[in-house]
């Protein structure tokens, strides 16, 4: 009876489909605005200037139904969808929506995030960052922090060109519409460590300015951040020696976005 529970609860709604469809065929030039609202004021309407969301964060239901698949440890791969809600300029609209893959009968979960904002932290400039290319891997707090300032003081003009890159065979510009894990270690650490023990799971949007100056490549770096109920401890974190906690939170890199770095069917 759970189960049927579930899956009439998560699978994908038409709402999310639109919003999926919305993103893929709105302009180009215009997907800067979902990411911005317009500032209210005492006395006035409107202040006149925006600010820009900086984090997405799962709502508590659905963090519980995420826990809720502790005993089956059956997580495939996760997508993070990128969706846009009807414009409205003083709401953000871009609402990315998580899906994860299961074994059996649940098939696939979504999860759709809620876009905020919240002061920037000032980033750490001490240290080395590692290898963002790493095909989807854990990574350390101190590049989540980099890439999210780099997004924080991006200028607006420049936000709609995250989203899209030069097939340089085609010549044709192409825009991503998800990113993948699938990784087996970052599957598995979510199957036996985390799942069951979420506290909290937060999209964190990111630029990688490596990949920025490169028109082949999709620069819009989203990482999300876990923070378990208790601490994390497993031969993956410690093998990999790639993952901090910042407030006890664990960071894990999208980077495989499709296109155009998509599966092969």
């Not at 994908?12 to 911005?36: C, G, N, P, Y």
Request: proline share 5%.
């Amino acid at each position: 009876m759970e189960q049927t529970t579930l899956e009439k609860k998560q699978l994908m709604t038409l709402d999310q489909s639109e919003k999926i469809q919305r993103w893929q065929e709105e302009e180009v030039l215009l997907l800067a605005r979902h990411f911005q609202r317009l500032n209210e004021t005492k006395g006035k309407p409107f202040s006149g200037h925006y600010t820009r969301t900086n984090y997405f964060q799962m709502k508590q239901q659905d963090v519980d139904t995420l826990n809720g698949l502790k005993d089956e440890k059956t997580i495939q791969s996760i997508k993070t969808h990128l969706a846009l809600e009807v414009e409205d300029k003083k709401q953000f609209t871009f609402v990315p929506i998580i899906e994860v893959d299961v074994v059996g009968t649940l098939g696939n979960l979504f999860f759709s995030l809620v876009p905020r904002y919240k002061e920037p932290l000032q980033p750490n400039q001490n240290g080395t960052v590692g290898d963002a290319d790493n095909g989807g891997a854990l990574v350390p707090g101190i590049f989540k922090e980099m890439i999210l300032t780099n997004w924080n003081n991006l200028e607006d003009n420049l936000v709609d060109d995250l989203f899209v890159a030069v097939d340089t065979k085609a010549r044709q510009r192409e825009r991503v519409n998800y990113y993948l894990i699938e990784n087996t270690d970052i599957i598995t650490l979510f199957n036996d460590a985390l799942i069951g023990n979420i506290k909290e799971f937060i999209l964190y949007p990111g630029v990688d300015m490596n990949k920025f100056l490169k028109r082949d490549m999709i620069s819009f770096t989203p990482v999300i951040g876990i923070t378990p109920k208790i601490e994390v401890k497993t031969d993956i974190i410690s093998r990999h020696a790639v993952v901090e906690f910042t407030e006890d939170e664990i960071f894990i890199e999208y980077s495989r976005p499709c296109p155009p770095t998509c599966p092969i069917e």
